[in-house]
């Protein structure tokens, strides 16, 4: 089983726990949060350090050495370097496109509210807005095929 699909309901748990929680104490509530926050930040950056500190060397140990030669020489994390950046390429051209439709979308009814023969024009300016997310899924398509 994916540890990722686990992670879900312990997810929705904490989310549910943390709302309930600022429901009922507001203010002591968001040093609580936020000491929690602080808390995995530092468990993170901690399994970073070990993740990184064991290296190509020692996952070489015990074998052949020809095999710890032809695992030394590859190239590690470019493919997952890729992914991320695919990742990060989405997300933030997604949300760039959100924030331009919420504002060309507004403004568009706005002034359809005014002149309703206005309606092609506006429709063009708010799909322009979508197309940033559009660029954004392509640069991922692209760094997803070089990974």
């Known amino acids: 089983m994916n540890l990722w699909l686990v992670t879900i309901p312990v997810f929705l748990i904490a989310t549910t726990g943390a709302i309930l929680l600022v429901k009922r104490w507001r ?9 929690i926050n602080i808390a995995v930040m530092v468990g993170a950056l901690a399994l970073l350090v070990g993740a990184l500190s064991s290296g190509p060397a020692a996952a070489a140990g015990g074998v052949e050495p020809a095999v710890a030669a ?7 994390g470019a493919g997952g370097a890729a992914l ?12 760039g496109a959100a ?8 403004a568009a009814l706005a002034a359809m509210s005014e002149r309703p023969e206005i309606f092609g024009r506006a ?5 322009l807005a979508e197309g940033i997310a559009i660029y954004g899924l392509i640069i991922a398509i692209i760094l997803i095929g070089k990974a």
Do not use: D, N, Q
């Open 70 to 76: 032809a695992a030394a020489a590859a190239p590690h």
């Open 123 to 127: 429709m063009v300016v708010v799909g």
């Open 27 to 35: 203010k002591s509530a968001f040093k609580f949060l936020l000491a």
């Open 99 to 106: 924030f331009a439709v919420a504002y060309t979308g507004s």
């Open 84 to 95: 991320i950046a695919a990742a990060i390429a989405v997300a933030g051209s997604s949300i």
